[in-house]
C-alpha cells in the first residue's frame, strides 16, 4: 500500500468525511516510528480510505493478502478491514474486528480478483466511532499472492456468513445426519447453530463441524455455575477448543422467560456469564467469542422488557445476538413478509448503540397464505440477506425446525434457492 506504515504522515489516506473525520499520525506504532489515528467529531462509523487505488489493474484469478494492525485505548471498538473490486457486481471481501484490549490485533484476509483490468479499493472502518474514541492502524498491506500457492480456509468473519440450526428436534436424526440434510438443501455452511442442554458437547464429538463457524449455546443453572460446580469442565472446554474455527459460545440463550417464570434471577444470570466469561480468558483463544444471545421480541418497544437486564457489561460480552422473526407469537401465522427493517432495525440499532458486532442467532418465517409456492418467502429472504449484510452481520443463521406453532423449514424450492444463494456468498 502507499505509505502502508504511515512514517511520512498520512500522503495516500483520507477519510469519507473530512468535516468529521479527522486523521493524525501518532508515535508508537505496531512497527516503526508511526501509525495513523482515526477520529470523529460525532457518533459515526469513520472510514480510512485509500487516496490512489494500490491494486490499479487486475488480472482475473489473482489473489491477493490483505493485512492491516489495529488498536484503541477505549476496548469495544469494533469494525472491518474490507476490499472492494471496482468492476462488475463483485461482493465487498473484509473481516471483522472487535478491540476487547488495548492490544495490537492483525486483521489479515484473501481477496481474489473478478476481473481483468480493474483496481482494489481498501477501506478500514471503525462502526459507530464516537467523540474521545480512536481506531488507530498501522503496517497496512496488500500482497500478490504467488500463482500455485494453497488457497487457504476462508476467513470466519469475513462478510456476513450464513448458515442455519440443524432442526434435529423437527426432522430427527442425529447432528451428523442433520448437517448432511441442511447442505444437501443449501451447500456447505458458514455457520451452524448447535444447543446444548447442560454443558457443551467435547470438541471430539463437534469434528464433523471442522470448517465451519459454530453457534453453540449451553444452559447449566446458574446456581451451579455461581457455586464452581463446572469450573475444571468448562475450563477444559474452552481451553481445548479449535484455535483455526471461530465459536460464538452462549450460556443460557433467550432466558427472559425463565427469569420471568422466577427459575433464576437476572442477577443471577448476570454473575454467571460473568463466572464463566473469566474462565474463558484463560484460553486466551480469539477464536471464541462470548456471545449474549437474547430474542428480537425484548428490544420492541412493546414487549416492556429491558435488554440490558440480562446484560452482564461490556467487559464480558464479545458479541450480541438475537433471535428475530416475521410474526413468531401467533398461532394464525404471518400475513405479510415485511420489510426486513421492521424485523431486524431495533437489534440492529441496540448493537450498535451497545458499540458491539452483532451477529443472528436464530430467524425465520412461516409461508405466508397466499404464497403456498414459497416464492413470495424465496423473494424476502434476499432482502433480509442484503439488509443485514449491509448492516455488517457477523453471521445469520436460519430456524430450519418445525415447531408446534408452525413450520419455518425452508422446504419449498424458492425459498431453499434464495437461502443456497446466501450461504454460497
Known amino acids: 500500500?502507499?505509505?502502508?506504515?504511515?512514517?511520512?504522515?498520512?500522503?495516500?489516506?483520507?477519510?469519507?468525511?473530512?468535516?468529521?473525520?479527522?486523521?493524525?499520525?501518532?508515535?508508537?506504532?505496531?512497527?516503526?516510528?508511526?501509525?495513523?489515528?482515526?477520529?470523529?467529531?460525532?457518533?459515526?462509523?469513520?472510514?480510512?480510505?485509500?487516496?490512489?487505488?494500490?491494486?490499479?489493474?487486475?488480472?482475473?484469478?489473482?489473489?491477493?493478502?490483505?493485512?492491516?494492525?489495529?488498536?484503541?485505548?477505549?476496548?469495544?471498538?469494533?469494525?472491518?478491514?474490507?476490499?472492494?473490486?471496482?468492476?462488475?457486481?463483485?461482493?465487498?471481501?473484509?473481516?471483522?474486528?472487535?478491540?476487547?484490549?488495548?492490544?495490537?490485533?492483525?486483521?489479515?484476509?484473501?481477496?481474489?480478483?473478478?476481473?481483468?483490468?480493474?483496481?482494489?479499493?481498501?477501506?478500514?472502518?471503525?462502526?459507530?466511532?464516537?467523540?474521545?474514541?480512536?481506531?488507530?492502524?498501522?503496517?497496512?498491506?496488500?500482497?500478490?499472492?504467488?500463482?500455485?500457492?494453497?488457497?487457504?480456509?476462508?476467513?470466519?468473519?469475513?462478510?456476513?456468513?450464513?448458515?442455519?440450526?440443524?432442526?434435529?428436534?423437527?426432522?430427527?436424526?442425529?447432528?451428523?445426519?442433520?448437517?448432511?440434510?441442511?447442505?444437501?438443501?443449501?451447500?456447505?455452511?458458514?455457520?451452524?447453530r448447535l444447543f446444548d442442554d447442560a454443558l457443551p458437547s467435547s470438541w471430539s464429538s463437534l469434528e464433523t463441524f471442522k470448517g465451519r463457524s459454530l453457534v453453540i449455546s449451553f444452559r447449566p443453572p446458574p446456581a451451579d455455575v455461581l457455586a464452581g460446580k463446572y469450573d475444571a469442565a468448562l475450563l477444559a472446554w474452552f481451553k481445548t477448543a479449535p484455535r483455526d474455527q471461530e465459536t460464538y459460545w452462549s450460556y443460557v440463550h433467550e432466558p427472559e422467560a425463565e427469569i420471568a417464570q422466577g427459575k433464576f434471577t437476572a442477577a443471577a444470570y448476570r454473575a454467571a456469564w460473568q463466572h464463566i466469561a473469566r474462565l474463558e480468558d484463560q484460553a486466551d483463544n480469539e477464536h471464541l467469542h462470548s456471545t449474549l444471545i437474547l430474542m428480537g421480541w425484548t428490544v420492541n418497544p412493546a414487549s416492556k422488557l429491558n435488554w440490558k437486564d440480562y446484560y452482564p457489561g461490556a467487559d464480558y460480552i464479545n458479541v450480541l445476538a438475537w433471535d428475530p422473526y416475521n410474526d413468531a407469537g401467533s398461532v394464525a401465522g404471518p400475513s405479510t413478509y415485511p420489510d426486513p427493517a421492521k424485523v431486524y432495525r431495533d437489534v440492529v440499532a441496540v448493537s450498535k448503540g451497545a458499540g458491539k458486532p452483532f451477529g443472528i442467532a436464530e430467524t425465520g418465517s412461516r409461508l405466508i397464505p397466499s404464497d403456498p409456492s414459497g416464492a413470495g418467502r424465496g423473494a424476502w429472504l434476499t432482502k433480509v440477506g442484503k439488509y443485514l449484510k449491509d448492516n455488517n452481520a457477523l453471521f445469520v443463521a436460519y430456524w430450519d425446525s418445525a415447531v408446534k406453532i408452525g413450520d419455518y423449514r425452508l422446504t419449498d424450492a424458492p425459498s431453499a434457492a434464495a437461502w443456497r444463494k446466501l450461504v454460497s456468498g
Not at 92 to 101: A, E, K, P, Q, W
Request: proline share 5%; charged share 20%; aromatic share 6%.
Open 1 to 192: 500500500m502507499v505509505n502502508g506504515g504511515f512514517e511520512v504522515g498520512t500522503p495516500g489516506w483520507r477519510t469519507n468525511d473530512s468535516s468529521t473525520q479527522e486523521l493524525a499520525v501518532v508515535s508508537g506504532g505496531h512497527s516503526g516510528r508511526h501509525a495513523v489515528e482515526l477520529t470523529t467529531n460525532r457518533k459515526q462509523t469513520a472510514v480510512l480510505n485509500d487516496e490512489l487505488n494500490t491494486v490499479r489493474s487486475t488480472k482475473a484469478g489473482t489473489r491477493y493478502t490483505v493485512s492491516a494492525w489495529v488498536r484503541t485505548d477505549t476496548p469495544g471498538i469494533s469494525g472491518q478491514v474490507r476490499v472492494r473490486e471496482e468492476q462488475g457486481d463483485v461482493p465487498l471481501t473484509g473481516s471483522s474486528f472487535n478491540l476487547t484490549d488495548t492490544n495490537w490485533t492483525k486483521i489479515a484476509f484473501d481477496v481474489t480478483a473478478a476481473y481483468n483490468c480493474s483496481s482494489m479499493d481498501l477501506n478500514i472502518l471503525a462502526w459507530d466511532l464516537a467523540p474521545g474514541q480512536f481506531l488507530q492502524v498501522d503496517d497496512v498491506s496488500m500482497q500478490e499472492v504467488p500463482a500455485g500457492a494453497p488457497t487457504p480456509a476462508p476467513a470466519p468473519t469475513s462478510g456476513t456468513v450464513f448458515g442455519s440450526s440443524l432442526g434435529q428436534s423437527s426432522s430427527g436424526g442425529t447432528r451428523e445426519e442433520a448437517l448432511a440434510r441442511e447442505e444437501c438443501r443449501f451447500g456447505s455452511l458458514g455457520i451452524v
